[in-house]
């Protein structure tokens, strides 16, 4: 490859700069300042572009590192000829890698090109843009400097030239180091103390999963063993049974005996309630009521009574014809006073007589005796005149009463016979029967009556206790069993099962005694076992939580492992690449500058140049400045043969021989120029 | 009439979300603590009957605490019915101990077993290995019923070959099911059955890793007018966020951390988080996930970072890189590692040379 010319637009310092390049050795003087970076940098730009960074320092920022200082598009052009092709690249660079330009055109025909991209430094050297800037420029001061720190911090100039190999051993050191963190000897970092925490955990996990196991196991036995117990209580229960059963014999017989007595009553009853039916089957039709036979019969005491109010009536009738006729009788009759009247006139004649006779005394006693009659006599008489009017006014009432006791007696009869009616319709019978055969009839109804209530009542009690007495009897019936009904074993073979079912109930309750104990022991077991079981949860999750950070430390662990096998097998494919080839060219290079034939350089995997002195191969920075910057000079140009394998990059020398003396420096500047026979070469010379 | 169907509590289980020791036992209380809320908020809500459609417990023994605690919410609330179907992590004999079962307690076995509440039947029957092969063949219903059948498997348009594994809902199609409660899938998702009736998975009450993340609760069913209105009730106390943020093109640490802050905008401080960075990344970007672990784990009741980031690397970029890194690069990018391992060695590798470069 070789650069033809290049135009500037602004780029940095640089602005509307145009520059012709001879092929071979273009030799420019030029002084401090002239911009000889900027121009290196935009011939670097224009093969590679400039890259997008964020980076604010503006020692790692080309893109505001080159901003043109007076503004204006930012780029330019370059024409150059690869092969026999010549092509021209315009590239214009805006604030962001979008915003850049790039063409390529093919000189040969004016068109654009599509020969390369705009990668094109990359496809034309195969080398990236950080190699390509380290190789192809040359600088005096990197040169020296770099050798002085190189010895300083024990890297290699050739190592920082070639790339970041300087960097491999702190690589691996820190990569070590977070290995060192994950994995030590001795099963120690990280890794040794999760698998450790694990384990435990592992062997808690286990013993409460072997706990869990043995509850498992213990529940099913524990199952197992009360279905047993179960059993044996059952059969204890039926046992206790039998044997209660066998033993009340006697009483279980009384049950009998009580059962067929309540049977038999039932029946007697029942029977009884049939005969009752039967009896009051007999009664063709229902007689009436004793209700209404008692109002049937105050009907025949009203009956009685009317007759005996005409009667009463009648016989008051008679008394009053009596007593008028009396009345009549003592009002023809005179009254008493005539008597006394007349044994009142003779009392005194007889007294007149007597005393008339001598015999005073009775004369006159009865002469006293007359006049005492004659006014009892009047007395008498004055007495019977009112009497006769007294008996006019009772006759008159008397009669009055004759004719009310004559209306009473119709109406009496009257009623008589209304209520008559009504009773012998009551008793069913004619009309003109007697009072007596009604009478006679009542009673014999009322008996009838009487009979079938009570027939009828006997009849409810009988029905009622017949049913009370089936019911008692089915339901004793029901509380016995089959056994109870039909106990038919004797005595003697009932003492033998008595007997037999003790000895097998006493074992039973010792084998139940035994089962209780032990389900005891294993609920207590169970328990126990339960409390480490239900740690497994929170030791699952703690095995999950530790198992998850080891496989996390494992696998980075592996990754690092791999990171740091990778960078290894890199380190050495990369030497092996350029070292061979780098000391050949070295080798060339020092030859042709004939200083240093009787001395054996050696470069190393790590690609520090080392050279025979005194019998050791020694680091460059052991000799003279001088020397160092010829070996530093010569490393690079065999850098570059090495790098480049396909065009040569137009190497940019900024006066690296400063150091030099009169006879080194003619002969660098000799080698230089046959090295320009193989590429372009732009040297600087101090102005 | 209100029923509760919940399903997948998994009472007992370890927790997968790589909870410390002491927050993983808390959660496990937690479990227990939402199963008890559960019951008392269907005591608040007079739901007449709860339907526990498998998987109550996960481990095959259960803690005490456990067993007592669901022994407790049972028995303390006999106006609710429970109504409990063993799922495939049910095998832990929690039946089989209990000599005398609740009467608020109603059970299923391998055949189809119905019960009547109020004008709901509730149908179900358990995977086991005495399960018969057309079990789901012999389901009949009254079609004059509103029927609920309880199941605990997967459901699939053709189930499965495997018993247990999955149910046909071809099969149970036109059975006159008004609401098939299912459990075995930890999300709620409902979907039409036919046309009487739906199929449901009503999800597990709490998450337990974040593969099992957003809302979590039960389904209230209202039984009405011969219909059943199904309503989702989230009622996790604390949720599962899975949340990705791209950092892309971003440089510095300070940007990475905004970026997360502004994704976790809206989750609550009592949640569990993971953040998963996703993009491609500059390699000499600064990120530092353990930085942001530290930074943001104190405000969250679980924070863990994931990086998933790729490296924004091009191989061309170093195809001709006369280097070490470019040379370690080829020999990487051609070698027989996976592309993860490619990824990680090509980061390492990398960050270690210019590490080193910078000194």
């Given at each position: 490859?070789q650069?033809?010319?290049?135009?500037?637009?602004?780029?940095?310092?640089?602005?509307?700069?145009?520059?012709?390049?001879?092929?071979?050795?273009?030799?420019?003087?030029a002084?401090?300042g002239?911009?000889?970076?900027t121009?290196?940098?935009?011939?670097?730009?224009?093969f590679?572009?400039?890259?997008?960074?964020?980076?604010?320092?503006?020692?790692?920022?080309?893109?505001?590192?080159?901003?043109p200082?007076?503004?204006?598009?930012?780029g330019?052009?370059?024409?150059?000829?690869?092969g026999?092709?010549?092509?021209?690249v315009?590239r214009?660079f805006?604030?962001?890698?979008?915003?850049d330009?790039?063409?390529?055109?093919d000189?040969?025909?004016?068109?654009?090109s599509?020969?390369y991209?705009?990668?094109?430094?990359?496809?034309?050297?195969?080398?990236?843009?950080?190699?390509?800037?380290r190789?192809?420029?040359?600088?005096q001061?990197?040169?020296?400097?770099?050798?002085?720190?190189?010895?300083?911090?024990?890297?290699?100039?050739?190592?920082?030239?070639v790339?970041?190999l300087?960097n491999?051993?702190?690589?691996?050191?820190?990569?070590?180091?977070?290995?060192?963190?994950?994995q030590k000897?001795?099963?120690?970092?990280?890794?040794?103390?999760?698998r450790?925490?694990?384990g435990?955990?592992?062997?808690?996990l286990?013993?409460?999963?072997r706990?869990?196991e043995?509850?498992l196991?213990?529940?099913?036995q524990?199952?197992?063993?009360?279905?047993?117990?179960?059993?044996?209580?059952?059969e204890i229960?039926?046992?206790k049974?039998?044997?209660?059963?066998?033993?009340?014999?006697?009483q279980?017989?009384?049950?009998r005996v009580?059962?067929?007595?309540?049977?038999?009553e039932?029946?007697?009853?029942k029977?009884?309630?049939?005969?009752?039916?039967v009896?009051?089957?007999?009664?063709?039709?229902?007689?009436?009521?004793?209700?209404e036979l008692?109002?049937?019969?105050e009907?025949?005491?009203?009956?009685?009574g009317?007759?005996q109010?005409?009667?009463?009536?009648?016989a008051?009738?008679?008394?009053?014809?009596?007593?008028l006729?009396?009345?009549?009788e003592?009002?023809?009759?005179?009254g008493?006073g005539?008597?006394l009247?007349?044994?009142?006139?003779?009392?005194?004649i007889?007294?007149?007589?007597l005393?008339?006779?001598?015999?005073?005394?009775?004369?006159?006693i009865?002469?006293?005796?007359g006049?005492?009659?004659l006014?009892?006599?009047?007395?008498?008489?004055?007495?019977?005149?009112?009497?006769v009017e007294?008996?006019?006014?009772?006759m008159?009432?008397?009669e009055?009463?004759?004719?009310?006791c004559?209306?009473?007696?119709r109406?009496?009869?009257?009623?008589?016979e209304?209520?008559?009616?009504k009773?012998c319709r009551?008793?069913?019978v004619?009309?003109?029967t007697?009072?007596?055969?009604?009478?006679?009839?009542?009673?014999c109804?009322?008996?009838?009556?009487r009979?079938y209530?009570e027939?009828?009542?006997?009849?409810e009690?009988?029905?009622?206790?017949?049913s009370?007495?089936?019911?008692?009897?089915?339901?004793?019936?029901?509380?016995l069993?089959e056994?109870e009904?039909?106990?038919?074993i004797?005595?003697?073979?009932?003492d033998q099962?008595?007997q037999?079912?003790?000895?097998?109930?006493?074992?039973?309750?010792?084998?139940?005694e035994?089962?209780?104990?032990?389900l005891?022991?294993?609920?207590?077991?169970?328990?126990?076992l339960?409390?480490?079981?239900e740690?497994?949860?929170?030791?699952?999750?703690?095995?999950?939580?530790?198992?998850k950070?080891?496989?996390?430390?494992?696998k980075?662990h592996g990754v690092?492992?791999?990171?740091?096998?990778?960078?290894?097998?890199?380190?050495?494919?990369f030497?092996v690449r350029?070292?061979k080839?780098?000391q050949?060219?070295?080798?060339?290079?020092?030859?042709?500058?004939?200083?240093e034939?009787?001395?054996?350089?050696?470069?190393?995997?790590g690609?520090?140049?080392?050279v025979?002195?005194?019998?050791?191969?020694?680091?460059?920075?052991?000799?003279?400045?001088?020397?160092?910057?010829?070996?530093?000079?010569?490393?690079?140009?065999?850098?570059?043969?090495?790098?480049?394998?396909?065009?040569?990059?137009t190497?940019?020398?900024?006066?690296?021989f400063?150091?030099?003396?009169?006879?080194?420096?003619?002969q660098?500047?000799?080698?230089?120029?046959?090295?320009?026979?193989?590429?372009?070469?732009?040297y600087?010379?101090?102005? | 009439?209100k029923?509760i169907h919940?399903?997948?509590?998994?009472l007992?289980?370890?927790m997968?979300?790589?909870?410390?020791?002491?927050?993983a036992?808390?959660?496990r209380?937690?479990?227990?603590?939402t199963?008890?809320?559960?019951?008392e908020?269907?005591?608040?809500?007079?739901?007449?009957?709860i339907?526990?459609?498998?998987?109550?417990?996960d481990?095959?023994?259960?803690?005490s605490r456990?067993?007592?605690c669901?022994?407790d919410?049972?028995?303390l609330?006999p106006?609710?019915?429970?109504?409990?179907?063993q799922?495939?992590?049910?095998q832990?004999?929690?039946?089989?101990?209990?000599?005398?079962?609740?009467?608020?307690?109603?059970v299923?076995g391998?055949?189809?077993?119905?019960?009547?509440?109020g004008?709901?039947?509730i149908?179900?029957?358990?995977?086991?290995?005495?399960?018969?092969?057309?079990?789901?063949?012999?389901?009949?219903?009254r079609e004059?019923?509103?029927?609920?059948?309880?199941?605990?498997?997967?459901?699939t348009?053709?189930?499965?070959?495997?018993?247990?594994?999955?149910?046909?809902?071809?099969v149970?199609?036109?059975?006159?099911?008004?609401?098939?409660?299912?459990?075995?899938?930890?999300g709620f998702?409902?979907e039409?059955?036919?046309e009487?009736?739906?199929?449901?998975y009503?999800?597990?009450?709490?998450?337990?890793?974040?593969?099992e993340?957003?809302e979590?609760?039960?389904v209230?069913?209202?039984?009405?007018?011969?219909?059943?209105?199904?309503r989702?009730?989230?009622?996790?106390?604390r949720?599962?966020?899975?949340?990705?943020?791209?950092?892309?093109?971003?440089?510095?640490?300070?940007?990475?951390?905004?970026?997360?802050?502004?994704?976790?905008?809206?989750i609550?401080?009592?949640?569990?988080?993971?953040?998963?960075?996703?993009?491609?990344?500059?390699?000499?970007?600064e990120?530092?996930?353990?930085?942001?672990?530290?930074?943001?784990?104190?405000?969250y009741?679980?924070?863990?970072?994931?990086?998933?980031?790729?490296?924004?690397f091009?191989?061309?970029?170093?195809?001709?890189?006369?280097?070490?890194?470019?040379?370690?690069?080829?020999?990487?990018?051609?070698?027989?590692?996976?592309?993860?391992?490619?990824?990680?060695?090509?980061?390492k590798?990398?960050c270690?040379?210019?590490?080193?470069?910078?000194?």
């Open positions: 490859m650069i033809l010319r290049l135009h500037i637009e602004n780029f940095g310092k640089l602005r509307d700069f145009d520059l012709e390049l001879e092929d071979g050795l273009t030799v420019i003087s002084k401090n002239w911009g000889k970076s121009l290196a940098a935009f011939i670097k730009a224009m590679y572009g400039l890259t997008y960074t964020t980076k604010r320092a503006l020692k790692e920022n080309e893109r505001k590192r080159y901003l200082w007076q503004g204006g598009a930012y330019g052009n370059m024409e150059f000829l690869v026999s092709k010549k092509y021209r315009e214009f805006g604030v962001r890698d979008k915003e330009t790039f063409a390529l055109y000189l040969n025909t004016g068109l654009l599509e020969d991209s705009k990668r094109l430094g990359e496809e034309l050297f195969l080398v990236d843009c950080a190699a390509y800037e190789s192809s420029f040359f600088i001061q990197d040169l020296g400097t770099s050798i002085n720190d190189s010895l300083s911090a024990g890297l290699s100039h050739m190592e920082k030239e790339g970041d300087h491999y051993e702190q690589a691996i050191a820190s990569l070590e180091t977070q290995m060192k963190y994950f000897t001795g099963n120690r970092g990280l890794i040794g103390k999760l450790k925490e694990r435990d955990v592992l062997a808690e286990s013993e409460c999963r706990q869990e043995a509850v196991k213990w529940n099913v524990l199952s197992e063993k009360e279905q047993e117990l179960q059993g044996i209580t059952k229960e039926a046992l049974k039998v044997l209660y059963k066998a033993q009340d014999y006697g279980m017989e009384a049950k009580q059962y067929d007595h309540l049977r038999s039932a029946e007697a009853r029977e009884e309630l049939q005969k009752t039916a009896l009051l089957a007999e009664f063709t039709s229902k007689p009436p009521k004793e209700e008692d109002r049937c019969r009907k025949l005491y009203q009956l009685d009317l007759r109010q005409e009667e009463y009536a009648r008051k009738i008679g008394e009053a014809s009596r007593r006729s009396v009345l009549e003592a009002m023809d009759e005179s008493p005539m008597i009247g007349v044994m009142a006139a003779l009392l005194p007889v007294g007149g007589i005393c008339a006779q001598g015999k005073g005394t009775l004369g006159i009865l002469i006293l005796a006049v005492m009659l006014l009892v006599g009047i007395l008498q008489s004055r007495r019977h005149h009112i009497q007294q008996q006019k006014k009772q008159s009432v008397e009055e009463n004759l004719k009310n004559e209306h009473e007696a109406t009496a009869r009257k009623n008589q209304a209520l008559k009616k009773i009551f008793l069913q004619a009309e003109h007697g009072v007596k055969e009604l009478e006679d009839r009542w009673r109804l009322r008996e009838e009556s009979q209530t027939l009828k009542q006997m009849y009690m009988q029905r009622k206790e017949a009370k007495s089936r019911e008692l009897w089915f339901q004793y019936g029901e509380s069993t056994e009904r039909g106990i038919t004797g005595a003697v073979d009932r099962n008595i037999r079912i003790k000895i097998r109930l006493r074992e039973l309750e010792e084998q139940r035994t089962f209780l104990k032990e005891q022991g294993i609920r207590h077991q169970v328990a126990k339960l409390e480490r079981a740690q497994i949860p929170v030791l699952e999750e703690e095995e999950e939580r530790l198992t950070r080891l496989e996390e430390a494992v980075e690092l492992k791999k990171t740091m096998d990778y960078l290894k097998m890199a380190r050495e494919q030497s350029y070292v080839e780098l050949e060219r070295i080798e060339e290079y020092l030859k042709s500058l004939g200083i034939e009787t001395r054996e350089v050696l470069v190393d995997a690609l520090e140049i080392k025979q002195e005194a019998g050791a191969y020694r680091k460059i920075g052991y000799f003279s400045a001088g020397l160092r910057d010829l070996y530093a000079f010569v490393e690079r140009l065999a850098i570059v043969d090495v790098l480049y394998k396909k065009e040569k990059p190497l940019v020398v900024d006066d690296p400063v150091n030099l003396d009169k006879e080194k420096r003619e660098a500047e000799k080698m230089l120029e046959e090295r320009a026979k193989k590429g372009q070469v732009v600087f010379m101090l102005g | 009439m029923l919940c399903a997948d509590l998994h007992d289980a370890r997968e979300s790589g909870l410390s020791k002491e927050k036992i808390e959660r209380l937690e479990l227990l603590r199963f008890t809320r559960m019951v908020q269907a005591e608040k809500d007079s739901v007449e009957a339907l526990l459609c498998g998987d109550l417990f481990a095959r023994t259960i803690s456990a067993r007592n669901v022994l919410a049972i028995s609330h106006q609710i019915i429970f109504y409990y179907l799922g495939n992590h049910d832990n004999g929690f039946l089989n101990e209990l000599s005398n079962l609740p009467e608020n307690l109603r299923f391998s055949d189809w077993t119905s019960y009547e509440q004008e709901v039947t149908t179900g029957a358990e995977f086991s290995e005495k399960t018969s092969e057309d079990l789901l063949e012999q389901l009949t219903l004059d019923k509103i029927n609920i059948v309880m199941l605990h498997a997967m459901a348009e053709y189930g499965s070959q495997e018993t247990g594994e999955g149910i046909s809902l071809r149970l199609r036109g059975k006159h099911i008004t609401y098939l409660a299912l459990g075995h899938i930890h998702r409902m039409r059955l036919d009487e009736g739906v199929w449901c009503c999800g597990c009450l709490e998450g337990r890793g974040f593969d993340c957003g979590k609760g039960y209230e069913l209202t039984v009405d007018s011969g219909k059943i209105i199904p989702f009730v989230p009622f996790a106390q949720l599962f966020h899975k949340v990705l943020v791209d950092i892309t093109g971003l440089w510095t640490q300070e940007e990475i951390q905004r970026s997360v802050c502004e994704a976790l905008t809206g609550s401080k009592q949640d569990m988080v993971k953040v998963v960075l996703t993009g491609r990344v500059d390699i000499e970007a990120k530092d996930i353990n930085w942001i672990q530290k930074w943001l784990e104190e405000d009741y679980l924070l863990r970072i994931k990086d998933e980031t790729t490296l924004a091009s191989p061309e970029d170093y195809q001709y890189d006369v280097s070490l890194k470019g040379e370690f690069v080829r020999l990487v990018l051609a070698s027989e590692l996976s592309e993860n391992e490619k990824e990680e060695v090509l980061r590798g990398l270690a040379v210019m590490l080193a470069g910078k000194g």
